[in-house]
């Protein structure tokens, strides 16, 4: 390819955008073709004949692997692809993707990324805005689990800045807590960060897969009276298989009276903030009318902090500490994007600035504090905010909304569609986030008893709840699902299961 | 755009691809043309216009967004843009990322990522064998920061499994050794991971910037008297300064003797493993002689392991412990592509497993060892490895050798003439990796007594080894650096400080 490639210069790319077009892989696809040609490991390793000589390939045969890898990939964004919580991305979102790959930019100093700089200090400051945080600072992090990472990280140093230089060893065990609901990246979190997985408490949770504060205060009182130095909540603003939304507003008063950091993992749920008629799902990390009050006050030059007793509604008007939210997931931003956000400005610097001399010099010719290296753990990083910041300048938020919207009433017409349709069973009364759970009920096992055998026949018991396993359907906001596309996916589990 | 891109579909990939193709994004740039248009930030602000605003943008505005950011983005592909250990990528990395984000896949199962989760597997097998080890395990990670930390998880689990569940808080401290001019992630590791900072042992490097072995078993022996627990050694190959490779071998034998994990920070080096003329600097990872005896020894089916002393031989041939090789460093991959590599099988797995029944179940239609999510930390992962294979089974290794020896003699090319060019001086007597140190004396000092007084004329001191401040140039290998290159680079230092 070496020499082919200076005679052809853009054949290639040319090659991928007509695959591109071809296979529809920005417009949505034909509904009638399949998701993917599954083909099991060591046949599809045939296939794909992987290997790396010493001599490169000719023109003819790159342009082959490109086919093939295409066509024995999964498309995510056909119109059934579902229940990965993430999806198809749209022309605008991949023109993003694609000119930040050819530019090839490390966001870590202004000097070598002054657009995407600023760009990602833009959207991160609007983000700050969309929560109603009065202030805050964030970075955008290689996904969910890392974004947790950093909220723990945080929440520790906030706790104890002295760990920095000290770590773990002759302090108190720190405590974090979270729900039986949450995801895993919090377990994961605790044992890089040294806490260990024994000092992560699964508090409980209701029939809606929703903490329970008091549950909560508990778990901190007995984490107490073993010894352990609780300091962390992760609450689940829209959690992996039921799609639930932690009470923030009331899991935020516990955190007060305990001392404890609120994080805030709306990697899924967060996707809500977009939404005029959703966003009060996450109420807790922004408080709309609070904060227009304190507005208000400062407005007039009122002296709001006069007493104790103002300093804790003002402390009340801001309640998680950190937030994460994925766009890539519901939104259509392709992968990665992860925005993290915490309201202490100042604390993701302080806690993680190695201050590298050879790199973060404080004697450049510009304002060095764009520079974001010393915020960030990675050093080199890739651009992940210009892909968000250019699908909502595009398209604009009201379209943004309207997707946002269409995602939530897909997922409120399956659940309704699925409580009506026989052989369908709803595991919650509705749908949560765009979550929907559901049994199928075989055509031979209805009009029965429904005992624990007639269950066990359902499925085998699976530890979810203690409940038997169930389907979860997610639905993300691109291709924009139909009512249509609900309906053929219950009549495909009904023509499958009928002999069943 | 949300009605204009339906009718329209492909214009906006085309003018991505448009621009690429004008601006020569992906064959190397005018060299009299910038490498940057430098905006300072507030005025930048004002030319970008940032805003998201209800509505959405036409076509034209849209069209203006990507032709502002190219414009005054730094193009990392001119032939001129040094410095930043990256550089520009040509036409088939850049198809490959491009297919790889048009695809938007997340490499967690084999189900999501049937052809991605194979590439993975191949290439980091391929990588085990670059390497020349036995056998090995790996992943990608978003970047060199995180799989430094890889490594340093695997080494605190693999001393101690039960940190995992415990955590650190009971534990002596455990204490990392790393050389003085090692990067500062190691650091930042440490104090995530809740060792501190304090006990990350910077060991004295000899004035190369290579670590002393026998600094380290001093300080290895100091760490225990004062209480602490030792148990990683990082060594780099190819500092981010000098650019030195740490003695590998008798690292190895020091650990081997203080029973340290080896690990090896080779994200900017590694790419040595690629040239048969270079390989050598690497040498302690692999170990290339030994190997071939003891494959020799497996083939007569001789029994190898049949004394103490054989199986300390035979320990010997693999000596790091784990390796990191960022690929979008010095190769030209595009950002991010880091491999992160560790020669015990099964211990990512055991170390990292959080066994999420939703998204990990065992009882899967297919052999489900393919799936990586539990070896992972991060859930989501974005496909880094496509591009990597692309980019050497598309060129051929010999191409890719042509090209890393390519960097490497540029490098010692800019060293020699720096050495002889009046008003040039070097730091070091040669290049290390294709890192070249240098000071520029101005006219005005030159010929004149080199006392204390004249350097810090030359330059203000920084803390690098005690030496005044110098320049440090470092050299990847796309676009492919020629002599000429080099050249001006110095008749340009040359102009610009004939006033000084």
């Not at 599809?44 to 490109?66: A, C, N, T």
């Not at 119109?79 to 991949?94: C, K, M, R, T």
């Not at 009433?409 to 349709?421: D, F, G, K």
Request: charged share 25%; net charge negative; hydrophobic share 40%.
């Amino acid at each position: 390819m070496a020499h082919s490639s200076t005679n052809a210069q853009g054949a290639l790319l040319e090659k991928v955008l007509s695959i591109v077009e071809r296979e529809n892989l920005v417009k949505g696809m034909d509904e009638t073709k399949k998701v993917i040609d599954f083909v099991h490991p060591e046949e599809l390793k045939k296939i794909l004949q992987l290997d790396i000589r010493r001599e490169g390939r000719s023109l003819e045969e790159v342009e082959q692997v490109l086919e093939t890898v295409v066509r024995y990939s999964v498309k995510t964004q056909h119109p059934h692809f579902y229940n990965q919580l993430y999806g198809g991305i749209d022309e605008v979102a991949l023109a993003g993707a694609w000119l930040t790959e050819a530019l090839n930019t490390n966001q870590h100093t202004f000097e070598v990324a002054p657009v995407f700089t600023l760009v990602e200090h833009f959207i991160l400051n609007r983000l700050v805005e969309l929560f109603d945080w009065q202030d805050g600072d964030g970075i955008f992090s290689p996904g969910g689990s890392m974004s947790n990472m950093y909220g723990m990280v945080l929440a520790r140093y906030r706790k104890n800045p002295e760990v920095k230089k000290l770590g773990l060893s002759s302090m108190k065990p720190l405590v974090a807590f979270t729900s039986d609901q949450s995801h895993y990246s919090i377990g994961k979190a605790a044992s890089w960060m040294g806490l260990g997985l024994d000092n992560v408490i699964k508090v409980e949770t209701d029939s809606w897969g929703r903490m329970i504060p008091e549950s909560l205060r508990e778990e901190a009182a007995k984490a107490r009276l073993k010894g352990g130095d609780p300091f962390f909540v992760n609450a689940t603003s829209g959690t992996t298989v039921f799609g639930a939304f932690d009470p923030l507003d009331q899991l935020a008063d516990v955190c007060r009276d305990e001392n404890l950091w609120l994080h805030v993992d709306a990697c899924w749920g967060g996707t809500a903030i977009v939404s005029r008629k959703h966003r009060h799902l996450l109420h807790g990390i922004h408080s709309i009318r609070r904060t227009r009050r304190f507005k208000y006050l400062t407005y007039l030059r009122l002296p709001v902090l006069n007493s104790m007793n103002e300093v804790s509604t003002l402390a009340s008007f801001f309640r998680a500490d950190s937030v994460v939210w994925n766009p890539h997931k519901m939104l259509g931003v392709p992968l990665q994007c992860s925005a993290f956000l915490v309201r202490h400005k100042g604390l993701l610097h302080e806690s993680n600035s190695a201050s590298a001399t050879y790199l973060f010099q404080q004697d450049k010719f510009y304002d060095v504090s764009y520079d974001t290296g010393d915020k960030s753990f990675q050093c080199g990083r890739k651009v992940d905010a210009f892909k968000l910041y250019f699908l909502l300048t595009c398209h604009g938020m009201d379209e943004m909304e309207r997707r946002v919207d269409g995602a939530f009433r897909a997922a409120e017409y399956l659940a309704e569609q699925v409580a009506q349709r026989p052989g369908f069973r709803p595991v919650l009364e509705s749908a949560q986030c765009t979550n929907t759970c559901f049994w199928y009920i075989p055509p031979s096992l209805r009009h029965q008893q429904e005992n624990t055998e007639w269950w066990l026949k359902v499925e085998q018991p699976v530890p979810e709840k203690g409940l038997v396993n169930f389907f979860r359907m997610v639905i993300t906001c691109y291709p924009e699902p139909q009512s249509r596309h609900m309906d053929s996916l219950l009549n495909e589990m009904d023509t499958l299961g009928a002999d069943l």
